[in-house]
């Protein structure tokens, strides 16, 4: 766990060290370590949530990056059953930034979507580090459509740091996909929840974002722009850490921020220390909150549905009459 | 040429009888063409010695393609807000409001184009780089139901560099707003035609801007997802010679026309008829 730890939870990856020494010993030895054990755990239990309760904005952009939360893939695995991924958007290529098929909750069939980034250099480079070029929002597009056809629920699962900004990206139309996904998405006939489970940059997040409901891990971000691209436009500095602070306050990027904007429905808990402290017990809550707002969205016919999610989105926003 | 770059001491001007004041001369940024004010003004500010397209307000616009006298301006009371306490956005707006001489980076009008009614919104580049916040979003969210109460087709001309981060998310959103208002015409089948200028990037292009039935492009406008800075940085390298142009996007089947200023109000006029089942206009049955 020791690996790409944050700055700021050093002292909890210090204890943790602690913990597994002590348990190696323990297992050297063939003895028991229990009762130095147990004030390590409440310990570091402790520490998580005080670290945890009193994240900055700039801390939750880091720890929304982290390679050690739980991915796409992961929630697949741990959430759902029988997933059978579906390739390709039939124009172009297959984009590996963006993953979906089939899968099952709770036994139903539900179509799944989600960008997906890599945890080693070699994976990201395979997975575009999760920044989708336009026949990822186009494959997304096609299995949206197919979920529409069947009458089968749309989950998204948003973690990326935008859309990619490169020559063919531009060339095959960035623009145009992503333009066109929002439109499709205000009048898919089926209930679509998007989750925020990482980071979720500017366009080539709401690509997969215009859902009856919107809802944000406890500790992820959504942003109009980067914190970097905001400080170098305001500061002209977009690397240090003061810059970087400042632009993550100001642009209200937290699920508490967003929720109070009614930019989002709803904030999913994390456990203690954060999603990536234990990937099942998130899973868990994040399976159950599915479940729950799938079950009141699947009451609604589908006209309500698209009624009420362009009425949502057109109530969006703050000006002066 | 050499004596062109000369750094020369500015002096004083000399007053002469009959001198034109120095405001009424502009430079054409293409070709350096130095002309009258008036002259391109006249010529919707086409360079009359290259064609170049220079950038044109809002109300400019309005006035190239609406019938003189046909429309009026609406939800001209809307006015942009500081709603996350973003640094400095305050001093930016009355800046903005006090430079640009209109009231957000926006123009809504409804009236009359080749005696069709139609919805015409024009961004104004000159208002904080024809930003989208609230304000932006709003009224075309306005536009756009106004053209499904009255079955107007709608016309949105887009400046922009993008959205407008002084207002986070918020302006985030302005893009599935829009996007949901022509979804709406769309399933009530009233005409959208969308017109790219330059620069028409970032979440304008990626909403509204890329959904027109009929997308139209001036001659080069720079017409992107990410501004041509950014794809340099990721890319390290200088883009290739006429990248993201309208005529790069043409020819990639991004739009469907690249039309001269001049030719604008034909060739919206042409097509909203077409689109609503209305018989060509005078002159149009033999070419
Ligand atoms: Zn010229």
Known sequence: MGTS???????????????????????????????????????????????????????????????RRPFTLDYLRLCFTDFIELHGDRAFRDDASIVGGWARLEGETVMVIGHQRGRDTKENLYRNFGMPHPEG????????????????????????????????????????????????????????????????????????????????????????ISVEGCAAILWKDGKSPETREKAASALKITAPDLLELKIIDGIIPEPVGGAHADHAAMAQTLHDVLIENLDELKRLKPEKLIHRRREKFLQMGRYED | MAWFRKEKKPREPRRERLEIPPDVWEKCEACGHTDIREKFVRNAHVCPSCDFHRRMRAHEYVGILLDTDSWEETEADLRSVDPLNFPEYPARLKKALGAAGESDAILTATGTMEKMPVNLAVMDFAFMGGSMGSVVGEKIARLGELSLERKFPLVIISASGGARMQEGVLSLMQMAKTAAVLSQLHDRRIPYVSILTNPTTGGVSASYAMLGDAILAEPGAVIGFAGPRVIRQTLGQDLPEGFQTAEFLLDRGMVDQVVHRHQLKKTVGQLLRHMSGKPAAAGWETS
Do not use: C
């Open chain 1, 5 to 67: 730890a944050l700055e700021f939870e050093k002292p909890i990856v210090e204890i943790e060290k602690q913990i597994d020494e002590l348990k190696r010993m323990a297992e050297e030895k063939s003895m028991s370590v229990d009762a130095e054990l147990a004030p390590l755990v409440d310990k570091l239990q402790a520490m998580r949530a005080e670290i945890y309760r009193t994240l900055t904005p700039i801390q939750r952009v880091q720890v929304a990056r982290s390679p």
């Open chain 1, 137 to 224: 929002y186009r494959k997304a597009l096609r299995l949206m459509k197919l979920a529409e056809k069947f009458h089968v629920p749309v989950l998204t699962f948003i973690d990326t740091s935008g859309a990619w900004a490169g020559l063919g990206a531009e060339e095959r139309g960035q623009s145009e996909a992503i333009a066109r996904n929002l439109f499709e998405m205000s009048e898919l006939a089926v209930p679509i929840i998007a989750t925020v489970i990482g980071e979720g940059g500017s366009g080539g997040a709401l690509a997969l974002g215009v859902a009856d409901r919107v809802l944000m891990l406890e500790h992820s971000v959504y942003s109009v």
